[in-house]
């Protein structure tokens, strides 16, 4: 019979013991806001779903990036 190691306790006075800090804020997008992204250059935003995607248009292609957006940059 295997037993499960047990969660490890903290000291009170330990100062590995941080709470853990909250996610950052989503980036808000609008329609027709340029942005930039790592993979897909310049574009601009042609529809939002709220924190949930947003379709943008890059000339050559249109594509929808999902949030969190952690390639695309607001200009």
Do not use: C
Not at 24 to 34: G, H, N, T
Not at 39 to 51: D, T
């Amino acid at each position: 019979m295997r037993h499960q190691a047990a969660a490890r306790r903290r000291l009170p006075g330990s100062p590995f013991n941080v709470a853990e800090p909250p996610p950052p804020p989503i980036e808000q997008f609008a329609v027709r806001d340029q942005v930039s992204h790592d993979k897909y250059g310049l574009g601009r935003v042609i529809a939002v779903e709220q924190n949930v995607a947003v379709l943008i248009d890059f000339g050559a292609e249109t594509r929808r990036i999902n949030a969190p957006y952690t390639k695309l940059v607001k200009l």
